[in-house]
C-alpha cells in the first residue's frame, strides 16, 4: 500500500465535497442562534480556514513527510472499519474495547496488517487506540476516506477553539481581533489540529473543558449540556494525553477561585474560603498526580516520575545527536536541575527552534512563529518590567489562569519532547492561552505592534495608549 494510495483515492473527488458540505451545513445551522453578525463573519472565516488546513495537512503528510503518526492511525482506522464490514457486532465491541493486545478478539486484524509501522504494538496503548475508535465512525460515513475524516477531527477541534474565542471574547471584548487571531487563525495550532492524529481531539476537548466549566460556574446556564463535554473533555484527555489535564485542572480551580473570592465582601469570610479552596485545591492536584497517573502508561507524569522522565528523554536526545540522527531536530537540555529544565522547558517550547536550529521548511515556519512569540514577550517585559508583567497577570483572573496553564504545561512539554518536529504538535493547547495573555497586556500597556501584525490583525491606524475598561 503506498503512502498515495492510503491517504488519496479517486473517491476522495466525490467524497471530500459531499463531507465539506454536511460539515458546512451542521455548522451554518450552529451559529445560526449568535446575533452578532460580525461574530458569524469571523466564525465562517475560521470554518473555511479550518477545512482548508486539513487539506494542507494531507497534501503534506502525502508529499512532503511521506509517513508519520497520522498513516499508521490511518491504518489502524482501516482494520477497524473492515471488522465493522465483517461484522457489525464488532462496533460495540471496539466502543467497549480500552486497547488491542493479544486477549482481544479484534487481535487479527492488527496482527496481520501489511504496513512499515508496528501498529498491533502501538494499540496497547489506550491513548493510541483512542485515535482510530474516534475515527472509525466518519470512515464507515464517508467510506474510509482519510481527507473526510481528516476535516471531521479538524471540525472537532474548531468547536474547541470557538469556544475558546467565546470564553476570552466574554471577558475581554475590546480585544476580539487579538483573540480571533490567537484561538482560531494561529498557524501552528490550525495545522496540527487539522488530521488524523491526537492533537486535534485534544485541542478541541481543552476548549470543550473550558466553556464548560464557564457555563457551569459563572454564567450559570446550559447546566446538562456543559457537564456533558466536561466529561467528554475529560475522559478524552484522561485516555489520550493525561498531561493536559494534569495542567488545566489546577489552572481552572484556581480562576474559579479567584472569581469567587471577589464576590465575598466579608474580609473574615473571603480568608477562610482563601484558605479552604487553596487546601482543596492542593488535595486535588496531589490526588491528579499521583492517582490518577498510577496506570503504567501514565506514571510518567506522577510527581515521583517526572524529573527521572525529563533526564531520560534528555539522554536520549543526546544518544540520537552522537549517532547524527535527526541533525538540527533534536535539541538537548544541558542540565539536571529542575529549576533549569523548568526554564528551558519554557524556552523551547514557546521561543524554539531558533533561526539558525532549522533544518526543513515546516521548521521555518514555526522558527517564524516563535519569533514573534519571543519578540513581543521581550519588548513587554523590557518596556514595562518584569514585575509589573506578574502583578498585571495575577490581578487578572482570567490572565492567571492563561499564565498557569500556558508555562505548566510549556514546561512539561517543553523538556520531555523528543524533537522540534514532535514538539510543534504537543505545544499547541497552550499557545494560545499564552499569545492572549502577552497581546492582551501588550494593549492595555499601550505598547504598538509590528506594522505587518498591524495589518494581519486588520488594525489600519497606530495604537493609541491604550485607556482600560472595566469589565
Not at 466518519?138 to 471540525?155: D, E, K, P, R
Not at 473550558?210 to 459563572?218: A, D, K, P, S
Not at 489562569?401 to 514538539?423: K, Y
Request: with cysteine; glycine share 4%.
Amino acid at each position: 500500500m503506498t503512502i498515495l494510495a492510503a491517504l488519496f483515492a479517486p473517491a476522495d473527488i466525490i467524497l471530500a465535497p459531499v463531507c465539506f458540505i454536511v460539515l458546512l451545513m451542521i455548522f451554518s445551522v450552529i451559529i445560526k442562534k449568535y446575533k452578532d453578525e460580525a461574530h458569524k463573519k469571523i466564525m465562517m472565516k475560521a470554518f473555511y480556514f479550518k477545512m482548508l488546513f486539513a487539506l494542507i495537512y494531507t497534501l503534506l503528510n502525502t508529499f512532503y513527510y511521506r509517513s508519520g503518526d497520522s498513516e499508521m492511525y490511518y491504518q489502524a482506522t482501516q482494520a477497524l472499519h473492515k471488522a465493522v464490514m465483517d461484522d457489525s457486532d464488532n462496533f460495540i465491541k471496539i466502543a467497549m474495547t480500552k486497547m488491542i493486545n493479544v486477549k482481544t478478539e479484534l487481535m487479527n486484524y492488527f496482527i496481520y496488517i501489511d504496513s512499515p509501522y508496528p501498529i498491533f504494538e502501538a494499540m496497547h496503548e489506550p491513548g493510541n487506540f483512542m485515535v482510530p475508535k474516534a475515527a472509525l465512525p466518519f470512515s464507515l460515513l464517508f467510506n474510509n476516506s482519510y481527507l473526510c475524516i481528516a476535516m471531521c477531527f479538524s471540525f472537532f477541534a474548531l468547536g474547541g477553539a470557538i469556544r475558546m474565542y467565546k470564553f476570552f471574547i466574554y471577558y475581554f471584548p475590546h480585544f476580539k481581533k487579538e483573540i480571533a487571531f490567537a484561538t482560531l487563525f494561529l498557524p501552528s495550532v490550525a495545522i496540527w489540529s487539522s488530521g488524523l492524529i491526537k492533537d486535534p481531539i485534544c485541542f478541541g476537548s481543552v476548549g470543550y473543558i473550558l466553556y464548560g466549566m464557564f457555563n457551569i460556574f459563572v454564567r450559570k446556564k446550559n447546566y446538562i449540556g456543559s457537564i456533558i463535554w466536561v466529561i467528554v473533555g475529560s475522559f478524552l484527555l484522561y485516555f489520550i494525553k493525561v498531561y493536559i489535564l494534569l495542567a488545566l485542572t489546577p489552572a481552572i480551580i484556581l480562576w474559579l477561585f479567584v472569581v469567587f473570592n471577589k464576590v465575598v465582601e466579608n474580609k473574615v469570610l473571603r480568608r477562610i474560603l482563601t484558605f479552604i479552596t487553596f487546601t482543596l485545591g492542593a488535595v486535588a492536584a496531589i490526588f491528579l498526580l499521583n492517582y490518577a497517573t498510577s496506570d503504567e502508561s501514565l506514571k510518567a507524569f506522577s510527581l515521583d516520575n517526572i524529573t527521572e522522565t525529563s533526564e531520560q528523554s534528555r539522554k536520549l536526545y543526546e544518544g540520537f545527536n552522537e549517532a547524527g540522527a535527526g541533525e538540527g531536530s533534536y535539541y538537548t537540555i544541558q542540565s539536571t536541575n529542575p529549576f533549569l529544565i523548568f526554564l528551558n522547558g519554557i524556552s523551547a517550547t514557546f521561543f524554539r527552534p531558533f533561526i539558525w536550529e532549522v533544518n526543513s521548511i515546516t521548521a521555518l515556519f514555526s522558527s517564524l512563529e516563535s519569533l514573534f512569540f519571543l519578540y513581543i514577550t521581550i519588548i513587554l517585559i523590557y518596556r514595562r518590567g518584569m514585575i509589573n508583567f506578574l502583578r498585571k497577570i495575577f490581578g487578572d483572573p482570567v490572565l492567571m489562569m492563561c499564565f498557569i496553564f500556558a508555562i505548566v504545561f510549556a514546561a512539561a512539554v517543553g523538556s520531555t519532547a523528543l524533537n522540534f518536529g514532535s514538539l510543534s504538535r504537543y505545544k499547541i493547547p497552550c499557545l494560545p492561552f499564552y499569545l492572549i495573555m502577552v497581546l492582551i497586556l501588550y494593549r492595555q500597556e499601550g505598547l504598538k505592534y509590528p506594522t505587518w501584525f498591524n495589518k494581519l490583525l486588520g488594525y489600519h491606524v497606530t495604537h493609541k495608549r491604550f485607556q482600560k475598561t472595566a469589565f
